[in-house]
């Protein structure tokens, strides 16, 4: 029969090796979580450009409606001359606020795939830490109670 000090350094040692495991997994799953919330933001960044643009190119009409109006109600020529360059104008400034608009938007999904690889990573290191862990416990636990067995066995001299 085990000496009961004994069996209370391998439950403990069972114990912390399970501990360490489920901390691990719980910080993976956690990682994986913010994993998934990153690919919805992602979306949603793509889904906000989009309205983004639209909106832009329903601003840029209008203007350009009302720049035609307010020339063709001063008896000038609409589409010759300097109204010409005034929608050459407002068609360039359309292109560049276009442009930036996606310019930001893959700044910002860039951003967030980053925090996600670093986040696939962590949960994956402490899943890792976490099995290293528990076989360390149980190298430790073993260890201290086979030490003890080995003092409750000793026969005396």
């Known amino acids: 029969m085990c000496?009961?000090?004994t069996i209370a350094l391998a439950a403990s040692a069972g114990m912390s090796a399970m501990s360490a495991m489920q901390q691990g997994q719980a910080a993976g799953a956690a990682?994986?979580?913010?994993?998934?919330t990153g690919e919805i933001q992602a979306r949603d960044v793509y889904a906000r450009v989009e309205d983004d643009k639209q909106q832009l190119a329903h601003s840029m009409l209008r203007d350009k409606a009302t720049?035609?109006?307010?020339?063709?109600?001063?008896?000038l020529r609409v589409s010759?001359?300097?109204s010409l360059d005034w929608e050459n104008d407002l068609l360039e400034t359309y292109v560049s606020d276009k442009?930036?608009?996606?310019?930001?938007a893959s700044?910002?999904?860039?951003?967030?795939?980053?925090?996600?690889?670093?986040?696939?990573?962590?949960?994956?290191?402490?899943?890792?830490?976490?099995?290293?862990?528990?076989?360390?416990?149980?190298?430790?636990g073993a260890g201290a109670a086979g030490s003890q067995w080995q003092t409750y066995n000793k026969k005396p001299a």
Do not use: H
Request: proline share 2%.
């Open 107 to 140: 700044r910002e999904v860039y951003g967030i795939q980053r925090g996600m690889r670093l986040e696939k990573m962590a949960g994956d290191s402490a899943k890792r830490a976490g099995a290293m862990n528990a076989g360390a416990s149980l190298l430790s």
């Open 3 to 5: 000496e009961p000090v």
């Open 80 to 82: 010759q001359g300097s």
């Open 67 to 75: 720049g035609q109006t307010q020339t063709a109600g001063g008896n």
């Open 31 to 36: 990682a994986e979580e913010n994993i998934a």
């Open 99 to 104: 442009a930036a608009i996606d310019e930001n």
